[in-house]
């Protein structure tokens, strides 16, 4: 849970931090929601100093709603590796991910609900497609690529993708020399 200043409709003073805030966790949510961890695992309230009383509430029915959830990647059914991985993945884009948010999903438009539209359209899925569930994807191959060479099928076995996106992303990453089609294995390794 992420708690900021003040609720975002009932500031009388809004600054870009809480926009900034409101984006990385909208962002936050899809990329969580992209790997398969549930984005209800993640929840951004604004409240004042003076709001003891409501931070408790909040407190209390976040904590309700991680408990029902279950625990982290048993909950989503996910196994302890597989998840393991997933997040190293991610934590090894986050610098990426942060340019990424910068340069192509900061919205001149300040108001909450300009932002939640933004991050359910169509245009925020594109840009999310192209740029980081893109890298996303290759970094996964590239991972379980170490631990020995697979073939299409199996890659997309193991990160749940269509044979045919994976096959997308194995010439991308061909082209950057990451990986190798290694022909006497029939199969895809690293470079």
């Known amino acids: 849970m992420f708690i900021g200043g003040c609720h975002l409709n ?44 409501r931070f408790a509430e909040v407190v209390n ?29 991610v934590t090894n884009l986050v610098p990426y991910i942060r340019l990424v948010e910068r340069e192509r999903l900061r919205l001149p438009e300040k108001s909450e609900e300009e932002y939640r539209r ?11 497609d192209e740029t980081i569930a893109e890298k996303l994807a290759i970094s996964q191959i590239i991972s379980i690529l170490r631990e020995g060479p697979l073939t299409t099928g199996e890659i997309a076995k193991v990160l749940g993708l269509t044979p045919s ?27």
């Open 61 to 89: 029915d976040f904590n309700k709603k991680v408990m029902e959830l279950g625990p982290l990647g048993k909950g989503e059914g996910i196994d302890e590796n597989a998840l393991k991985s997933r997040l190293e993945v």
């Open 118 to 128: 933004f991050f359910t359209s169509d245009e925020f899925n594109r840009v999310f």
């Open 165 to 191: 996106e994976v096959s997308r992303h194995l010439n991308s990453s061909s082209r950057q020399r990451f990986v190798r089609y290694d022909q006497g294995l029939k199969r895809y390794a690293l470079a």
């Open 10 to 53: 009932e500031c009388h003073y809004i600054t870009d931090g809480n926009y900034g805030a409101l984006g990385m966790v909208l962002l936050c949510k899809k990329i969580m929601e992209h790997i398969g961890v549930s984005p209800e695992r993640l929840r951004l309230e604004h409240l004042s100093a003076g709001e003891g009383i």
